[in-house]
């Protein structure tokens, strides 16, 4: 299981929001780019970056920040205002691994149309729940499509991952929606990331034993709870 550690990026500094609230923020780094070295230095061979301000406003907004991270050499994962092809394609010329998109992607013909010229394993849907709802615009608004309609498209476009988020859990250090997760992998058999609520190693553990291919790990890495480098070597053979 993939050990990938969290940097969510607002105003230019590393933060973390409890349960995806604006309003509710803690700096933890004035350099995402410090943080990303440390998470290196820790043995990550990948990085999940969050452009808070790019979700909120819908385009990119932090990209100068994710330059340079990119330029560490680390496979990198980027989410966050990326919601048309134009923007896409920007956000992969940053160099990154994978574009991460969210359900909005879903509601019209957005999500086939990068699967199809990008490729299903550079695309990452991101299917972030609240409620039993998928949400969208930065988790601020419903989306109009159903979690069973989302799944069957990525499911009908061969795409070779997809994240699955509580936002209720978000960082909140509770543990993971563990009835959620198997809800999902009844559902689809794609390789699931995990991310919200994760607080420590034998949260990991049972996730790893449920088969989930990666975990996002956000606040737990920042507060401790969660050891990187000691869970990166503990999960490693099991990618």
Not at 145 to 153: E, F, M, Q, T
Request: with cysteine; proline share 2%.
């Amino acid at each position: 299981m993939e050990i990938i550690p969290a940097i969510d990026i607002k105003d230019g500094k590393c933060v973390r929001l409890y349960k995806g609230d604006f309003l509710q923020e803690t700096i933890y780094s004035e350099s995402p780019f410090e943080v990303a070295n440390r998470w290196i230095a820790e043995g990550a061979s990948r990085l999940h970056i969050v452009d808070l301000d790019g979700a909120r406003e819908g385009s990119g907004v932090n990209y100068d920040v994710v330059r340079q991270i990119v330029s560490l050499g680390v496979p990198v994962q980027l989410g966050g205002g990326i919601r048309n092809r134009k923007q896409f394609n920007q956000a992969l010329n940053l160099g990154l691994d994978r574009i991460i998109v969210g359900t909005a992607a879903l509601e019209g013909g957005f999500l086939s149309e990068i699967a199809e010229e990008f490729g299903a394993e550079k695309t990452v849907v991101s299917l972030d729940i609240k409620d039993q709802k998928l949400r969208i615009n930065g988790w601020e608004d419903v989306s109009s499509v159903s979690i069973d309609d989302a799944l069957n498209k990525i499911k009908s476009l061969g795409l070779k991952h997809y994240i699955y988020t509580d936002i209720s859990r978000d960082g909140t250090l509770i543990g993971p929606n563990f009835k959620g997760i198997q809800s999902m992998q009844n559902k689809i058999n794609i390789n699931m990331i995990v991310a919200g609520g994760l607080s420590s190693i034998q949260d990991l553990v049972k996730l790893s034993n449920m088969n989930v291919s990666a975990v996002i790990v956000g606040k737990a890495a920042y507060t401790g709870d969660i050891d990187i480098s000691r869970a990166i070597i503990q999960f490693r053979d099991n990618v």
